[in-house]
């Protein structure tokens, strides 16, 4: 009876522990944390070191060793105990030994070492850049090399294809998928969201998931769609484990969103959350208290446009009563559509 009760206790167990992850695995979790903090950005400069040193070419190997005769033990002729029994044995022919080989000249390694040597008149190589935390770098360094770098971009495409080989932000190493942009570069309208999630970084796009199809709701609403409308984040690659953007990987990503805004062009922005709003407008205010604004948001030559905050959609999944001030945010982004298109 005893032993029936265990078994039942662990299969109840079991079971709790199975609907326990099942919940986790539901409500989108997909790492684990540990008890003590991780600085996720020192962590990147070592996982962008490992992959380096992968990469590098397979080092010489050393010439091997002469080859050594092989041990043979000494046998000593047994004393026989009877010699008339024994039989008169001939002495075998004398074992032939193995050819030796000669050994490798200490000139040769050393004069390979000295070809690999660089000439002095050679051009010196420029050191490979630094960033973060790593050592010898300035803060901002990322920050400053990002800018540079995005402002020579002259189109969309330019840009894409430079944040592909961009190695300044740590996100890039552990994401899947760079997450550029979706729909229609030349709409009056774009969305800028945070930075993506699970299945954005999956598949790539921004806004693929639960909160993407929330977003694509909203925007029918009011006439929009993918066709009519451009969707991109603040950053581009996912942060491990669905967590925030720290600032200063918003730092570093940040001259590239903005150099996208700019080639783009739109007549409204509209900021997805408290990031991209206090990220893009420079607002220290909640996104309760910032929303249902239009704050002017000055491109790189110097025009202005609008820019409407206004709640993200992941965040009106998990509080629906927020939905109608998110409904009064988007029905201000159709008067201010409708009256730039009469005035055109």
Same mark, same amino acid.
């Given at each position: 009876?005893?032993?029936?009760?265990?078994?039942?206790?662990?299969?109840?167990?079991?079971?709790?522990?199975?609907?326990?992850?099942?919940?986790?695995?539901?409500?989108?979790?997909?790492?684990?944390?540990?008890?003590?903090?991780?600085?996720?950005?020192?962590?990147?400069?070592?996982?962008?070191?490992?992959?380096?040193?992968?990469?590098?070419?397979?080092?010489?190997?050393?010439?091997?060793?002469?080859?050594?005769?092989?041990?043979?033990?000494?046998?000593?002729?047994?004393?026989?105990?009877?010699?008339?029994?024994?039989?008169?044995?001939?002495?075998?022919?004398?074992?032939?030994?193995?050819?030796?080989?000669?050994?490798?000249? #200490?000139?040769?390694?050393?004069?390979?070492?000295?070809?690999?040597?660089?000439?002095?008149?050679?051009?010196?190589?420029?050191?490979?850049?630094?960033?973060?935390?790593?050592?010898?770098?300035?803060?901002?360094?990322?920050?400053?090399?990002?800018?540079?770098?995005?402002?020579?971009?002259?189109?969309?495409?330019?840009?894409?294809?430079?944040?592909?080989?961009?190695?300044?932000?740590?996100?890039?190493?552990?994401?899947?998928?760079?997450?550029?942009?979706?729909?229609?570069?030349?709409?009056?309208?774009?969305?800028?969201?945070?930075?993506?999630?699970?299945?954005?970084?999956?598949?790539?796009?921004?806004?693929?998931?639960?909160?993407?199809?929330?977003?694509?709701?909203?925007?029918?609403?009011?006439?929009?769609?993918?066709?009519?409308?451009?969707?991109?984040?603040?950053?581009?690659?996912?942060?491990?484990?669905?967590?925030?953007?720290?600032?200063?990987?918003?730092?570093?990503?940040?001259?590239?969103?903005?150099?996208?805004?700019?080639?783009?062009?739109?007549?409204?922005?509209?900021?997805?959350?408290?990031? #991209?709003?206090?990220?893009?407008?420079?607002?220290?205010?909640?996104?309760?208290?910032?929303?249902?604004?239009?704050?002017?948001?000055?491109?790189?030559?110097?025009?202005?446009?609008?820019?409407?905050?206004?709640?993200?959609?992941?965040?009106?999944?998990?509080?629906?009563?927020?939905?109608?001030?998110?409904?009064?945010?988007?029905?201000?982004?159709?008067?201010?559509?409708?009256?730039?298109?009469?005035?055109?």
């Amino acid at each position: 009876m005893e032993t029936m009760t265990a078994n039942h206790a662990d299969t109840d167990a079991r079971g709790d522990l199975i609907s326990y992850l099942d919940f986790h695995v539901a409500a989108g979790v997909d790492a684990a944390l540990d008890e003590q903090p991780h600085d996720r950005f020192t962590e990147a400069e070592s996982v962008r070191a490992d992959a380096a040193s992968q990469a590098e070419p397979a080092t010489r190997r050393e010439p091997l060793e002469p080859r050594r005769e092989p041990f043979e033990p000494r046998r000593e002729p047994l004393e026989p105990r009877r010699e008339a029994l024994e039989p008169r044995r001939e002495p075998l022919p004398p074992r032939s030994e193995p050819p030796q080989r000669d050994a490798p000249s #200490a000139e040769g390694p050393l004069l390979e070492f000295r070809r690999e040597l660089p000439s002095r008149n050679a051009p010196a190589r420029e050191p490979p850049r630094t960033y973060g935390n790593a050592a010898g770098a300035k803060p901002g360094e990322a920050a400053d090399d990002a800018r540079a770098r995005a402002a020579q971009m002259k189109t969309l495409d330019e840009l894409e294809e430079l944040l592909r080989g961009f190695e300044g932000c740590g996100l890039r190493f552990t994401a899947k998928n760079l997450v550029f942009a979706d729909g229609n570069p030349q709409a009056r309208v774009m969305f800028v969201g945070e930075a993506p999630g699970a299945d954005e970084d999956r598949i790539g796009k921004p806004f693929m998931g639960r909160s993407g199809q929330l977003l694509d709701r909203m925007m029918a609403a009011i006439g929009l769609d993918r066709t009519s409308a451009y969707i991109s984040n603040v950053v581009p690659w996912r942060p491990p484990g669905n967590r925030n953007p720290t600032p200063q990987e918003i730092s570093i990503c940040r001259p590239f969103v903005e150099r996208q805004i700019e080639l783009a062009d739109p007549d409204i922005l509209v900021c997805l959350g408290a990031p #991209a709003t206090q990220t893009l407008t420079g607002t220290k205010d909640g996104i309760l208290k910032a929303r249902g604004r239009f704050y002017p948001y000055r491109l790189g030559d110097g025009r202005e446009i609008r820019a409407l905050a206004t709640l993200h959609p992941a965040y009106l999944l998990r509080q629906p009563v927020q939905k109608r001030l998110a409904w009064r945010d988007f029905r201000m982004l159709k008067s201010a559509l409708d009256g730039s298109a009469a005035g055109k």
